[in-house]
């Protein structure tokens, strides 16, 4: 590949003069550089580390001569470095690096949704520090790490985030040639402390807190909506929002997520260019292929796992608030069509914000779901920051409606486990059992009306009441 020309400093170009005037080589950072010869009409540019030769020549100009010395300069620096444990790009400033690695997408190149956002506020703090110390990659250390780990954050649970994300960055580094095996290492010796004297405590998750502030000695409170809760809900919504009402209970008897649930829409060919996930009326199901994209709007993006899937609309005389939402989306549908008719609503979305545009989970959330569950009392004390600002957390979110379907699906409307993982898209068992088949505030009462009708049965089987049915496998009369 043929080298670009580069223009040498003014001491380097006095240099390559001289040598050319009087034909004798000279030396600069350890390298020779030699000038033409008759026999020869190049310059050649040759260092040697430890037996093998590094040799490269130029065409008869300063800047030809200057771009073979910065190569053979780099080389012979990317052994040296070798040498001594350190990987050939150790000597780039880190604030580059963070910031390349930012604007490349990740370890993959390529980041999802807010990803780059987030990962820019995430590194903030560390690439302003590394530029402030002008630190080089090699001179990385725990200390800078937990430097920027103290001062980025005032909790706990953003620490662990950050620390999290600190080593994706760092073994990506490490095999990219910026890092030490060892200075990987170094997120494992970090941790964030509070100041002295802060007094901080670390607050539970908002599952944990819902157990304990709307628990009572007797049983937890649980952290899965109940039904009543649920229309509770939709009832504020609907007061704050057109379509609060319908959206709360489309969410908690379809179980998609938010921002799948944003751009449900009456369009199939909405649908079709990856902008909305299309409400199929006339076989009573949704198809569920994408989730709004927050950086890039006009452009379809993959839902969470990258799977499309299909969710069956559940019949009313299945859903236990006895809202019709097949018959909501009926009604509803229509309406979107006339508005995009109408220009209104250019999508045909079945929730769409005032402007007739996908609404944004952060600003519902603030303007429509917080309010409302204060009004309910679902709002929790305060918790703090190392700095004693208080925040707060809700019983209840709108992502609570998924876990409201996944319990409902698994008890009441006995989905096999494959079933569910199917309908709500999920990738694997374990999460489900783990976040979507909690406990309500019902549960406790449910369980004893189990205990009271299994003990009945047996009762009445015992005194030969009732017997069992072998061949159709069913209790039955005597």
Not at 71 to 100: F, R, T, Y
């Amino acid at each position: 590949m043929k080298r670009a020309p580069i223009e040498p400093s003014e001491k380097l170009a006095k240099a390559i003069a001289r040598a050319k005037k009087s034909g004798k080589l000279f030396k600069a950072d350890g390298i020779s550089i030699e000038p033409p010869t008759a026999r020869r009409t190049t310059w050649r540019i040759r260092a040697s580390f430890q037996g093998s030769q590094i040799d490269r020549s130029a065409t008869d100009s300063p800047s030809a001569v200057n771009a073979a010395f910065l190569e053979v300069h780099a080389i012979l620096k990317s052994k040296q470095s070798g040498s001594i444990g350190m990987p050939e790009n150790a000597g780039e400033l880190l604030s580059d690096v963070l910031e390349k690695y930012i604007d490349q997408g990740g370890k993959d190149f390529k980041w999802n949704g807010k990803s780059r956002k987030n990962r820019q506020e995430d590194f903030n703090h560390l690439i302003k520090l590394a530029k402030t110390r002008k630190t080089t990659c090699g001179q990385m250390t725990a200390t800078i790490l937990r430097d920027y780990i103290n001062k980025a954050t005032k909790t706990k649970g953003r620490a662990d985030h950050l620390i999290k994300m600190l080593r994706t960055f760092l073994k990506w580094g490490h095999r990219a040639g910026y890092f030490t095996a060892q200075q990987v290492l170094y997120v494992e010796q970090i941790t964030w402390t509070p100041p002295a004297g802060s007094g901080y405590v670390a607050a539970q998750s908002r599952r944990k807190q819902s157990q304990y502030y709307f628990g009572s000695e007797e049983e937890s409170g649980g952290e899965i909506p109940t039904h009543k809760q649920v229309v509770e809900l939709a009832e504020g919504c609907q007061k704050k929002y057109k379509h609060g009402a319908g959206l709360i209970h489309t969410s908690a008897n379809l179980g998609t997520r938010a921002n799948e649930t944003f751009i449900l829409t009456a369009d199939r060919k909405v649908y079709e260019r990856g902008l909305g996930n299309f409400v199929d009326l006339e076989n009573r199901r949704v198809l569920i292929s994408w989730q709004f994209n927050t950086t890039e709007p006009d452009a379809p993006k993959a839902t969470k796992t990258k799977t499309r899937r299909t969710t069956a609309i559940p019949y009313v005389e299945n859903i236990a608030t006895g809202f019709d939402v097949y018959q909501w989306m009926v009604i509803r549908s229509a309406e979107a069509l006339q508005e995009q008719a109408e220009g209104k609503n250019p999508l045909a979305l079945l929730f769409p914000n005032r402007f007739g545009e996908v609404q944004k989970l952060h600003s519902f959330t603030d303007v429509v779901i917080h309010p409302v569950s204060e009004q309910l009392g679902w709002k929790m004390p305060a918790y703090f920051d190392a700095d004693g600002k208080p925040l707060h957390m809700y019983r209840f979110s709108l992502h609570s409606m998924r876990d409201r379907f996944g319990t409902t699906a698994a008890d009441e409307w006995k989905y096999s486990e494959r079933h569910l993982l199917a309908e709500g898209g999920w990738s694997d068992p374990q999460t489900v059992r783990k976040f979507y088949l909690g406990t309500s505030d019902d549960t406790h009462e449910e369980v004893q009306a189990l205990q009271k009708e299994l003990a009945l049965i047996k009762r009445l089987k015992s005194e030969g009441v009732i017997g069992v049915d072998t061949k159709e496998n069913k209790l039955m009369t005597v």
